[in-house]
Nanobody, 127 residues
Framework: VQLQACGGGLVQAGGSLRLSCAASGRTFSNYVMGWFRQAPGKEREFVAT????????DYADSVKGRFTISRDNAENTVYLQMNSLKPEDTAVYSC?????????????????????WGQGTLVTVSS
């Protein structure tokens, strides 16, 4: 599967952005999806994940209550709504996907669990 993320940009602290990640292929509903980010000089970190059905989600503590992950399986797209943005949210945000069996209803937090990665989109939050 190929992933194309977009929606990044420059925003002031307290503002909002919505990232989108479009996936190719016809079996998007068989994939757990995740968002990760990498700030300058730092390692990539987990942001959010959503189960293949969309019923389960999980977030990093640093974004809980401010970010919302969702998906539209009919449109092969996963979203990351980011509200109350802070300068420390500045990073390149990447979406990732991993195919899971039909019986798997969970989520995945670790980047090593993901098979496919998008190219990333830069989010810059000014103070």
């Amino acid at each position: 599967v190929q992933l194309q993320a977009c929606g990044g940009g420059l925003v002031q602290a307290g503002g909002s952005l919505r990232l989108s990640c479009a996936a190719s292929g016809r079996t998007f509903s068989n994939y757990v999806m995740g968002w990760f980010r990498q700030a300058p000089g730092k390692e990539r970190e987990f942001v959010a994940t959503i189960s293949s059905s969309g019923r389960s989600t999980d977030y990093a503590d640093s974004v809980k209550g401010r970010f919302t992950i969702s998906r539209d399986n009919a449109e092969n797209t996963v979203y990351l709504q980011m509200n109350s943005l802070k300068p420390e949210d500045t990073a390149v945000y990447s979406c990732a996907a991993v195919r899971v069996p039909a019986y798997f209803s969970g989520i995945k937090r670790h980047e090593s669990e993901y098979e496919y990665w998008g190219q990333g989109t830069l989010v810059t939050v000014s103070s």
